[in-house]
């Protein structure tokens, strides 16, 4: 099956600070989100982002379907930002219609 | 807010016990999926549902079970419980054919004992 891939798996940032995290997967892919699980465990949405550049305020993220990765990048990070950072992907039908997540990047935001 | 409801939001069982999930998607969305997330991991998949049928399963023995109802609801059901199936239980809707973005409910945390 496909492999997902993310780094960096843990990050420190003081407020303010920008980062960027990185999501590689191994085949093609139909579809891509990048997900914030919050304390409680609850995913949000962040980005629906199969290829191209998004942005939603501080936050934006794009893929490069041809060459395998997405980019999620934070602006001016908060300590709301604190929390897992997941990307997911999914191929398709012939896949087994399933969302396929990384390990995930967990970021702590100091103040 | 995703619109996707899941109850009950913790539940304690003991090895052997069954255990029903349950799940309400987002008005419209036909599809519902089942994923377990253990502690410090990425969710995996369980199965999707579509228009009441199973659609697509991961690698999970046969005593995870689920049904989705006509208004879109489902159930995840686990037989046998096993002290590895504590885990947070997540559910996902979308309106396949239409929109491919899935959103998930807030999940529930079981615990085997």
């Known amino acids: 099956g496909i492999q997902v891939e993310q780094s960096p798996p843990d990050l420190i940032l003081q407020e303010g600070a920008n980062s960027t995290l990185r999501c590689n997967f191994s085949d093609s892919v139909n579809n891509l989100q990048w997900f914030h699980q919050n304390p409680w465990g609850q995913l949000i949405n962040l980005f629906y982002i199969p290829s191209g550049t998004k942005q939603n305020g501080r936050l934006s993220a794009t893929t490069v379907a041809t060459e395998r990765y997405s980019l999620l990048y934070i602006s001016s990070s908060q300590t709301t930002d604190s929390g897992v950072y997941f990307c997911?992907?999914?191929?398709?039908?012939?896949?087994?219609?399933?969302?396929?997540f990384g390990g995930g990047t967990r970021v702590l935001v100091k103040p | 807010e995703t619109g996707v409801t899941q109850s009950p939001t913790h539940l304690i069982k003991t090895r052997g016990q069954q255990v029903t999930l349950r799940c309400s998607s987002q008005s419209g969305h036909n599809t519902v999926s089942w994923y377990q997330q253990a502690l410090g991991q990425g969710p995996q998949f369980i199965f999707q549902y579509y228009r009441e049928e199973e659609n697509g399963r991961g690698n999970f023995p046969p005593r995870f079970s689920g049904l989705q109802f006509p208004n879109y609801s489902s159930e995840l059901n686990v037989n046998a419980l096993e002290l590895d199936d504590s885990a947070l239980y997540l559910c996902?809707?979308?309106?396949?054919?239409?929109?491919?973005?899935?959103?998930f409910g807030p999940g529930t945390r079981l615990t085997v004992l």
């Open positions: 996902a809707s979308r309106d396949e054919g239409r929109y491919n973005e899935q959103f």
């Open positions: 997911a992907v999914e191929q398709g039908k012939a896949a087994g219609n399933k969302l396929t």
